[in-house]
């Protein structure tokens, strides 16, 4: 039995500009890290809508997919929406697979580009 | 007869060793001239398969137990075994992934089993044609 190896890099940035509240995704999204989608969510509070950036998200499986859709619970009960850019690639893929697809809402054009 | 490679894998059953493993078996796979497809099928199963024993597998116990990966390359066929010494992949109604991982692996894999070990645990067959 051997310990974890630590993580693939995997980084949640969060930013705030007139009620939009950006959140970037990369890398690898699944149960190691999808805590810390959890916690970016804190900065939730106080914004009208909740954009998620996934186009430098290379992996996301069952555990991340959760994870979004607990974020978009989260920016509803703080009094906002939530909506999801830019999925590419096995993550696009993977959102059709999972037939959930309908659960998420989002924007075919990323409103910040 | 065409030789068939494997590599056996262990470790905790603990979220940081999903990442870690899910990265060895597509890295061995790969090294065997697994290409796309399945590799990125490979990928999204192994990783469900994985989460579904760090989830459910020591849901009874303290202290998480092993998650063990067989993973088999041939010339036509790839194998992938994951196995638990636990309870197994059965669901749960608290389930963190809402019941999808089992319908999801079974829409990226040729085959799927699921079987019990002996004396105890449960271990998912997930096979690829090449």
């Known amino acids: ?113 | 007869v065409s030789p068939i490679f494997t590599r056996r894998w262990s470790a905790l059953a603990v979220p940081g060793s999903v990442p870690s493993l899910r990265r060895q078996v597509v890295a061995f796979a790969a090294g065997h001239r697994v290409a796309e497809p399945p590799l990125e099928d490979l990928r999204l199963a192994v990783s469900e398969a994985l989460t579904n024993v760090v989830l459910h597998g020591y849901r009874n116990r303290q202290e998480p137990g092993a998650v063990d990966v067989c993973a088999s390359v041939g010339a036509d066929h790839l194998e992938v075994v994951v196995g638990d010494e636990g309870l197994g992949m059965s669901p749960r109604s608290d389930s963190p992934g809402a019941g999808l991982g089992l319908p999801l692996i079974a829409r990226l894999v040729e085959r799927m089993e699921i079987r019990p070990r002996h004396p105890r645990g449960t271990e998912i067959r997930l096979c690829f044609d090449l």
């Open chain 1, 1 to 113: 039995v051997t310990s974890p190896r630590p993580a693939e890099s995997f980084e949640v940035s969060a930013e705030s500009r007139r009620g939009l509240l950006r959140i970037a995704v990369r890398g690898e999204l699944d149960i190691a890290t999808a805590p810390r989608l959890g916690a970016a969510m804190a900065a939730a509070a106080g914004h009208r809508a909740v954009l998620v950036d996934l186009s430098s998200l290379s992996f996301m499986d069952v555990a991340g997919l959760h994870a979004l859709l607990e974020a978009e619970r989260a920016a509803g009960a703080a009094g906002g929406m939530l909506a999801i850019v830019n999925p590419a690639g096995a993550v696009s893929r993977m959102l059709a697979l999972s037939g959930t697809g309908g659960r998420l809402r989002f924007l075919l054009r990323d409103p910040g580009r």
